[in-house]
């Protein structure tokens, strides 16, 4: 059974910023994609950022260059780093893990399967 355990949210004024970890057990981590989605409230959940297990990364347009994603496999952790942080940025941000199988043929890849942490609650204010 996959665990994701998230840390490091809290309470920020703008332009401040957070790091949020998220460590995973119970999988390869090595293997999966990584990472973090927000939910504001009355608003559905979205993508912020994610990294494949070769390292390529995607960003949402609204956080390029102010959030980064990295991973750590030794220590089975994912970490986003939130710099100029903006009230708009305030929401439940949450750890993702799904398998990467990029490198199947698209007939032989296995129906994604999501693995979520709990949440952790980022605020920013004015």
């Known amino acids: 059974q996959i665990q994701l355990v998230e840390s490091g949210g809290g309470f920020v004024q703008a332009g401040g910023s957070l790091r949020l970890s998220c460590t995973a057990s119970?999988?390869?981590?090595?293997?999966?994609?990584v990472g973090w989605y927000r939910q504001a409230p009355g608003k559905e959940r979205e993508l912020v950022a994610e990294m494949t297990k070769r390292g390529v990364t995607h960003e949402a347009d609204s956080v390029k260059g102010r959030f980064t994603i990295s991973r750590d496999n030794a220590k089975e952790t994912v970490y986003l780093q939130m710099n100029s942080l903006k009230t708009e940025d305030t929401g439940v941000y949450y750890c993702n893990l799904y398998l990467d199988v990029t490198h199947l043929l698209p007939a032989l890849r296995p129906r994604r399967e999501d693995f979520w942490g709990q949440g952790t609650q980022v605020t920013v204010s004015s």
């Open positions: 119970g999988a390869i981590f090595g293997a999966y994609v």
